[in-house]
């Protein structure tokens, strides 16, 4: 069976650069090592040291193909990096806030220039509602570019590296209702969206959205820690209502894999592995999430 990943964060200087920044006596020079030492975690180097980190981490647990996400604004450069080094492994992907004004030249130069394959949105850290212009604009601008996706981040947002630094998350998760997604699914059929961690606590809103629009996909990333927030809801029952309603051909498995030396969460996988193996699924449903999807919306 093919193994794809849709979802690693790639944890650049640039990253902890932004994080450091917000750390105090952090040297203006150097904010990452600010960062890292509070952290404890292996420094990343250059963009081309850590995608060859990463393939190398890919190659030790036999998967194929993954998906990289730029964890700020404004690193789509080092994604970029790590494709051209890597294009037959690593897929791009780059975070834009809308309401910033260089937004819409920022998205284009991304998939243009850099070959990355999806803009991640994060409604509730940057404070936007979906139906804003600013986000129609750049769906403008993903629409105009066949094999490009749309990642939303709905439900609940907690950035873990955040919390470990001590960092406020001042997010409003009242900007993340998948529901929030009709429109502009509607309006842009042709974009596949990409619904993280089944909604993250939204999972019958996130569900509703797809039923009504077949361009919407999930990924099953990280713990999905949410489940705690409804009372008898276990991942077996959320895999299977899941494929209920939207069947394999929108499910990506995802790891949310992010730093090193931790590396690639291995657990999530065998989680969601066996988790899918109690259901009693076909093997052809289990190829199609933990692979053959991800290489139909992201072809090699």
Avoid at 163 to 182: A, C, E, V
Avoid at 236 to 241: A, I, L, R, T, Y
Avoid at 257 to 279: C, H, I, K, M, N
Wanted: hydrophobic fraction near 45%; include cysteine; glycine fraction near 8%.
């Amino acid at each position: 069976m093919t193994l794809n990943d849709a979802h690693c964060h790639f944890f650049s200087t640039h990253f902890y650069a932004a994080l450091g920044r917000g750390l105090p006596d952090a040297d203006p020079a150097t904010p990452e090592k600010r960062a890292l030492d509070t952290l404890a975690w292996e420094p990343p180097g250059t963009a081309y040291h850590l995608a060859d980190r990463w393939v190398t981490e890919l190659d030790r647990h036999h998967v194929s193909r993954a998906a990289m996400i730029a964890s700020v604004p404004g690193d789509a450069e080092s994604v970029g990096a790590a494709v051209r080094r890597h294009p037959t492994r690593l897929v791009g992907f780059f975070m834009v806030d809308p309401t910033q004004p260089a937004a819409l030249v920022d998205a284009a130069a991304a998939i243009d220039h850099d070959n990355l394959r999806a803009m991640c949105l994060f409604p509730a850290m940057h404070r936007y509602a979906l139906q804003d212009d600013h986000v129609r604009r750049l769906f403008a601008v993903a629409a105009a570019r066949p094999g490009t996706s749309v990642f939303v981040h709905c439900g609940v947002l907690s950035v873990g590296v955040r919390k470990k630094l001590g960092l406020p998350s001042p997010f409003d998760i009242r900007f993340g209702n998948p529901l929030d997604l009709h429109a502009l699914a509607l309006a842009y059929p042709s974009v596949p969206i990409i619904i993280p961690h089944f909604g993250a606590g939204m999972l019958r809103e996130a569900l509703m959205v797809a039923d009504l629009c077949p361009n919407i996909l999930f990924d099953t990333s990280s713990s999905n820690g949410w489940i705690k927030y409804m009372p008898g809801l276990t991942l077996e029952s959320v895999f299977k209502q899941t494929l209920a309603v939207m069947g394999p051909d929108r499910l990506l498995f995802g790891s949310d894999s992010s730093f090193f030396p931790r590396g690639w969460v291995t657990d999530v996988y065998e989680q969601q592995s066996a988790t899918l193996d109690a259901l009693g699924v076909e093997d052809g449903v289990k190829k199609k999430i933990f692979g053959g999807t991800f290489d139909r919306i992201f072809p090699p």
